[in-house]
């Protein structure tokens, strides 16, 4: 019978016994030793931080726009929150059926352009050569007239 027993390879391992005394080797401190981050409970020190040497991320020159910093780059100088448009060109459009309407979910179905919920905006790069349909929240005045001239309609969701 004791034979058939086994060991449950899942079972936990039991936890060292902290603060049993001094004749332990774990007791007084309980292996933490004296003051200090090391000795409070929680975390002892971040990903940076490099036994108190000037950390690499402190000792490494920066460049450029520090986004966060000074100005947040969504919003303008008057602090209104600008909108962030996805672009769509002419040149994307070249094999697009003439009676499927342009617009967000039927680009991002196509994978022109990443998420349908996010305003789009049409700019005038490349030739339109038949009539489409757009429903867009935003055109450049050139993307207007050349829609208009290649006979198509475009509506601008405000």
Same mark, same amino acid.
């Given at each position: ?67 966060? /910093? +000074? ?7 008057? =602090?209104? $929150? %600008? ?57 450049? /005045? +050139? ?7 290649? =006979?198509? $309609? %475009?509506?601008?969701?405000?």
């Amino acid at each position: 019978m004791a034979e058939q027993l086994k060991r449950n390879p899942k079972a936990r391992r039991q936890s060292k016994r902290l603060g049993t005394g001094h004749g332990s080797g774990k007791g007084g401190t309980c292996g933490r030793g004296y003051n200090g981050a090391g000795q409070r409970s929680g975390t002892e020190y971040g990903p940076k931080f490099e036994g108190g040497q000037m950390p690499l991320i402190r000792r490494i020159p920066k460049r450029g726009m520090q986004s966060g /910093k +000074k100005m947040n780059h969504l919003h303008n100088t008057c =602090g209104r $929150k %600008l909108k962030r448009f996805q672009i769509i060109n002419f040149i994307r459009l070249k094999d697009w059926d003439a009676s499927e309407p342009v617009n967000a979910e039927t680009l991002a179905k196509k994978g022109l352009i990443r998420k349908a919920d996010r305003p789009v905006k049409l700019l005038a790069q490349g030739e339109i050569n038949q009539p489409l349909n757009f429903t867009v929240n935003s055109a450049s /005045k +050139k993307a207007r007239e050349m829609v208009e001239k290649a =006979g198509g $309609k %475009l509506e601008v969701l405000v």
